[in-house]
């Protein structure tokens, strides 16, 4: 679905992904983990043409994506929520959803505002709200759902988890459950390995811009000097 090669980047003459690899199964749940400034957000990025690659290449449905631009790389079916989710704050939650809304794709699930209101159901009891008036969980809601009116066939999600509440937390994790039963693909960021527990099939950390380690969940449970290595603070 998405594969990453050697892939070089970075911010102007500081170099951030050095060599870095990654692949992303069709249906599957990848948590991509790491330290704050591993190189996490730089790779999503890279990847949406936020920013330009150097070298390697990314391919997404066996098409080369690499340095498209961003809208290009969109109407391919690559789906993008960025950490600060970047809602339409002086827009209601429905007209942040037609905002990115998108034609039916082959492949993909289709999307509609009332099956997104079944999966967000306090979306639904809160259409005619504006963005900027609502909680931070619920505007990460906001933020997937409207990534899904383009009816993607992946999705990247950059620290979905960040700064939500227990319960909030837990409800996100059951979206993105939801999101891997209809046939969607999900790369996520994340620090913490106790959320990526929640969803992910497989793990790859990366460390100072290079791919450490890539495996299932469980075998990063048994190997606990990964952990201490790469993950503790």
């Not at 080369?64 to 209601?92: C, M, W």
């Not at 809601?141 to 988890?161: H, K, V, Y």
Request: aromatic residues 6%; hydrophobic residues 40%.
């Amino acid at each position: 679905m998405l594969e990453l090669r050697r892939l070089n980047a970075g911010y102007g003459r500081a170099q951030v992904l050095f060599d870095f690899e990654l692949a992303l199964g069709a249906g599957e749940v990848v948590a991509l983990l790491g330290r704050n400034g591993a190189g996490k957000s730089t790779a999503l990025k890279t990847v949406m043409g936020l920013l330009q690659a150097v070298s390697g290449e990314v391919r997404f449905e066996n098409k080369s994506i690499k340095n498209l631009p961003s809208y290009q790389i969109a109407r391919h079916g690559l789906g993008y929520v960025p950490e600060e989710r970047r809602i339409f704050a002086d827009l209601t939650i429905a007209e942040n959803l037609e905002v990115g809304r998108r034609p039916p794709r082959d492949g993909a699930p289709h999307w509609t505002p009332e099956k997104l209101f079944d999966l967000f159901p306090n979306l639904g009891r809160m259409q005619a709200r504006r963005g900027g008036h609502m909680s931070g969980g619920e505007q990460q809601m906001l933020a997937i759902a409207r990534t899904l009116m383009g009816n993607p066939s992946a999705i990247l999600l950059d620290e979905p988890f960040e700064g939500l509440a227990p319960l909030i937390v837990e409800s996100v994790a059951a979206t993105i459950r939801e999101l891997k039963r209809e046939g969607l693909s999900v790369l996520l960021c994340e620090q913490n390995l106790r959320y990526a527990r929640l969803v992910a099939d497989r793990v790859c950390i990366i460390e100072k811009g290079r791919l450490c380690h890539a495996g299932s969940m469980s075998e990063l449970d048994t190997n606990p000097s990964l952990l201490q290595r790469y993950l503790s603070v």
